[in-house]
Structure formats: structure tokens, C-alpha cells
């Protein structure tokens, strides 16, 4: 089992930063990835950024530029740096880790980001 937490949400205005981080504990040595996902109201939940065990990270076209995903092994976290924020970021973002064997998908609660024009 895997537990994850997310903070640092908020309410921003357009063109502003925040930073999410999200702290995991548990069984953390079989997790294969870790990435955010957000949703929007109404919308599905959809891939913002992930980076792998070994380091390869992907993003969405939506945020590629803008945002950018790191991690601290030491700590357990992974955190997404957002920049240059638009109101259609506005969404909860959700935490997640992979696990590959066997195959399961954690989430976290999910924080809040709303992003005023």
C-alpha cells in the first residue's frame, strides 16, 4: 500500500505561480511512476506530468513549458512547479503513483487550484 498527500493549492491570479507537492509513504519501493493529473468541472481527469524511477518525465502539450515536475528521493515527494498560470488550469489535481507489478494506480485526495482571469 501506498499513501499519498497532496498540498500547496490555491487561488491565483493569471500569470502567477504555485507549487504542488505531494508526499508518499508506504510500500513506496514498488511504485514505477510518479505523476499529477488534474480535473476540471465536468470534465474527465486528465494527465498533467509524470516522471518515472529513472528519471524520464513526460508532460501534457497543455503544460509543456509552463510547468515542471521534480522529486526529492530523500524525501518522498514529488512536486509540480506551475508558472505562467491560465484560468483553464483552474481543476483539482490529483497525485498519483504507478505501480506496474502487479498493476495499480494510487491517488491522492486531491487539492484544489483555481486560477482568477
Known amino acids: 500500500q501506498v499513501q499519498l498527500v497532496e498540498s500547496g493549492g490555491g487561488l491565483v491570479q493569471a500569470g502567477g505561480s504555485l507549487r504542488l507537492s505531494c508526499a508518499s509513504s508506504?510500500?513506496?519501493?514498488?511504485?514505477?511512476?510518479m505523476g499529477w493529473y488534474r480535473q476540471a468541472p465536468e470534465k474527465q481527469r486528465e494527465f498533467v506530468a509524470r516522471?518515472?524511477?529513472?528519471?524520464?518525465?513526460n508532460y501534457a502539450d497543455s503544460v509543456r513549458g509552463r510547468f515542471t515536475i521534480s522529486r526529492d528521493n530523500a524525501k518522498n515527494t514529488v512536486s509540480l512547479q506551475m508558472n505562467s498560470l491560465k484560468p483553464e488550469d483552474t481543476a483539482v489535481y490529483y497525485c498519483?503513483?504507478?505501480?506496474?507489478?502487479?498493476?495499480?494506480?494510487?491517488w491522492g485526495q486531491g487539492t484544489q487550484v483555481t486560477v482568477s482571469s
Open positions: 498519483n503513483a504507478l505501480q506496474l507489478r502487479p498493476f495499480y494506480d494510487y
Open positions: 508506504g510500500s513506496i519501493s514498488s511504485i514505477n511512476a
Open positions: 516522471i518515472t524511477s529513472d528519471g524520464r518525465i
